[in-house]
């Protein structure tokens, strides 16, 4: 049974950082393209930034860029979201998600993650 499990959410100051993590058991993480969702209240789940097989190939939402950074360490099988510079519009519940594409496509779209974790909540007070 296939279960992914995010950690790093926590409360933290704007200006502040938080590095989300990323695991999964059952799931070779090294062998699926990666993503971070985030989950406003009120709002709909947006892609937040992907990554492909190797890391070499990313992807950031213009909200996050120059602040985020996806990456990636399949040895550990682990995925990381480190978010600097975090502004209260950053606060959500923020998902994991594994997708299986073939090496070196990265992907945008929700409907192709196949396994989801729980969600980390992150919240970012002004």
């Known amino acids: 049974q296939v279960q992914v499990v995010e950690s790093g959410g926590g409360l933290v100051q704007a200006g502040g950082s938080l590095r989300l993590s990323c695991t999964a058991s059952?799931?070779?993480?090294?062998?699926?393209?990666m993503g971070w969702f985030r989950q406003a209240p009120g709002k709909e789940r947006e892609g937040v930034s992907f990554?492909?097989?190797?890391?070499?190939?990313?992807y950031y939402a213009d909200s996050v860029k120059g602040r985020f950074t996806i990456s990636r360490d399949n040895a550990k099988n682990t995925l990381y979201l480190q978010m600097n510079s975090l502004k209260p519009k950053d606060t959500a519940m923020y998902y994991c998600?594994?997708?299986?594409?073939?090496?070196?496509?990265?992907?945008?779209?929700?409907?192709?993650?196949?396994?989801w974790g729980q969600g980390t909540q992150v919240t970012v007070s002004s």
């Open positions: 059952g799931l070779t993480l090294g062998k699926h393209a």
């Open positions: 998600a594994a997708a299986s594409l073939s090496y070196g496509v990265v992907s945008t779209e929700e409907r192709s993650y196949n396994y």
């Open positions: 990554i492909n097989w190797s890391g070499r190939n990313t």
